[in-house]
């Protein structure tokens, strides 16, 4: 089978979707690796290596949709890529789509896809179980991100992260507060930790309390209960508005002796909750960073402008997007090595493997055959349920 790999058309989206690397795993399994000319450049792969891998290149986007029966990219068409439209027309009924393509998110949109025809897999939709893991490209991109943020406060704090004892005196560590122990929240723990901040961590789910410890942070803990905390996938559920108002309150001291914030806060397919008001920012010392990792989704301070970097009360406050796309050659290396793990799941004997046969491909399949048959994004977006056949 061919796997069309098209250059990323997303503003500022440097990532591309397979690196040179995997191109020998691929093709030991059958597959055929087509990818538009200078489509790796920005993530530092350039055409050459990929033909010394045995890929092919290919001049333009429209050859790639036209030569690939499976093409896989990292920002497919959505709401926040609507530059991706122009691929609906490139398109064709049987071609298979993979990649971010927001399926919680607009169902104007996903019926756009469905209608050409594609059978299309949502990575973010990935279970998450240990099979799963090695696909897992959510959590990949939540790894750097997490970083990444870290190294970024560091950088516009105007102190110093470690404590240090020289002969002008000690100087004193920073305090990193970090909301949402998910996978970014771990990683960003972690690379404080190292930078030398004392850090604290809070998560609504008490789970979350033995990991933050076993990282050497302190777990913020809250004299209030979240119900139903986390949904079966592991994820953060909503809670009431009861519950956010009493969270914000209790959080408030902690920001207020904290010099670094990083909100990683997220409900899959919802505004992101309102965890830090602009009285919690104008209570922080002034110079102090916010971080907000949720700025996509509308993000967790109250004053966050996404895609943007504001003072506000003389805190900084960062609400950059699309994170992991400022280090596009790992991030691009750890997402390629998600998407091998799942084709070479989900092709066999050169053969797409029917959903019925495998919990990966179904609960990942999106369209199929002109229709939205993902049965967990039809009930989210309230669309009509399907027959059970449709489905399957």
């Known amino acids: 089978m061919i796997i069309g790999v098209p250059k990323e058309s997303y503003a500022g989206e440097r990532r591309v979707a397979l690196v040179p690397a995997v191109i020998t795993n691929l093709a030991k399994a059958g597959f055929q690796v087509v990818m538009e000319a200078g489509a790796g450049e920005q ?52 071609q298979v789509l993979i ?31 240990t099979r ?27 102190r110093l992260f470690p404590m240090m004892t020289t002969a002008a005196g000690t100087v004193t560590p920073a305090r990193v507060l970090i909301i949402g ?47 139903n905390a986390q949904d079966a996938r592991g994820y953060g559920t909503a809670q009431d508005e009861t519950f956010y108002a009493k969270q914000r309150e209790l959080l408030g001291r902690v920001i207020a002796e904290s010099d670094v914030v990083i909100t990683t806060a997220l409900v899959p397919g919802k505004k992101a909750p309102v965890l830090v008001t602009a009285d919690m920012v104008r209570g922080m010392v002034p110079g102090s960073v916010i971080f907000d990792l949720a700025a996509e ?43 091998t793990s799942f084709l070479l799941n989900l092709v066999k004997d050169g053969k797409v493997r029917p959903a019925s046969e495998d919990d990966i491909i179904r609960e990942t399949l999106l369209t199929r055959d002109g229709e939205i048959v993902n ?17 399957t």
């Open 181 to 227: 122990v998910g996978v970014a929240g771990l990683q960003a723990i972690a690379t404080a930790r190292r930078l030398g901040a004392v850090v604290s961590a809070y998560d609504m789910r008490p789970a979350a309390k033995e990991q933050v410890q076993s990282l050497g942070a302190r777990f913020v803990e809250l004299p209030i209960e979240a119900k």
């Open 297 to 339: 989704r509308g993000g967790n301070c109250e004053l966050t402008s996404p895609g943007e970097t504001i003072v506000a009360h003389g805190i900084t406050i960062i609400g950059r997007t699309n994170v992991a796309a400022s280090v596009p050659y790992h991030a691009s290396q750890m997402y390629a090595r998600n998407l």
């Open 375 to 391: 049965a967990r994004v039809r009930e989210f977006l309230a669309l009509p349920e399907m027959a059970a056949q449709g489905a």
């Open 99 to 129: 990649g971010f393509l927001q399926p919680l998110d607009s169902a104007e949109i996903l019926q756009q896809i469905a209608q050409t025809g594609v059978t299309s897999f949502a990575v973010e939709l990935m279970p998450r179980t």
């Open 43 to 94: 993530a530092g792969y350039p055409d050459a290596v990929y033909l010394e891998k045995g890929a092919k290149i290919l001049p333009d986007r429209a050859a790639v949709f036209a030569g690939a029966e499976i093409v896989v990219q990292v920002l497919c068409y959505g709401p926040g890529h609507v530059a991706g439209k122009a691929d609906l027309p490139l398109m064709r009924r049987g």
């Open 132 to 158: 799963a893991q090695s696909m897992d490209a959510l959590s990949s991109m939540a790894t750097i991100s997490g970083y990444k943020a870290v190294l970024i406060a560091a950088d516009t704090l105007p």
